[in-house]
């Protein structure tokens, strides 16, 4: 049974950007909006790693490796949560993922983010 789906990744120059998409299609309004939301993304050959969360009354944390470029927003009326991902760099190419932060999910298929040098 999917319960997430990510979406919005491709192939983007370095400095570009990128905007991923995920939502929870099966999950009614008043179970998606209190959640603490999050994207995570994983590297070949590398952990998955948290990099962005968002808490129902949407304060935001990030990890330092792309603060400042990356924002993560909510809309619960839609039941989906967005990365938007500016000045992207090599290093950010991974497979990107979004779960609940707390109580993790079945994780989805992901986006893949590749950044050309």
């Known amino acids: 049974q999917v319960q997430l789906v990510e979406s919005g990744g491709g192939l983007v120059q370095s400095g570009g950007s990128l905007r991923l998409t995920c939502k929870a299609p099966?999950?009614?309004?008043?179970?998606?909006?209190?959640?603490?939301m999050a994207w995570y993304r994983q590297a070949p050959g590398k952990e998955r790693e948290l990099i962005a969360s968002?808490?129902?009354?949407?304060?935001?944390h990030y990890a330092e490796s792309v603060k400042g470029r990356f924002t993560i927003s909510r809309d619960n009326s839609n039941k989906k949560v967005y990365l938007q991902m500016n000045s992207l760099k090599p290093e950010d190419t991974a497979t990107y993922y979004c779960?609940?932060?707390?109580?993790?999910?079945?994780w989805g298929q992901g986006t893949h983010v590749t950044v050309s040098s």
């Open positions: 968002i808490t129902a009354d949407r304060t935001t």
């Open positions: 099966r999950m009614i309004f008043s179970v998606f909006s209190p959640k603490t």
């Open positions: 779960n609940d932060m707390n109580n993790p999910l079945t």
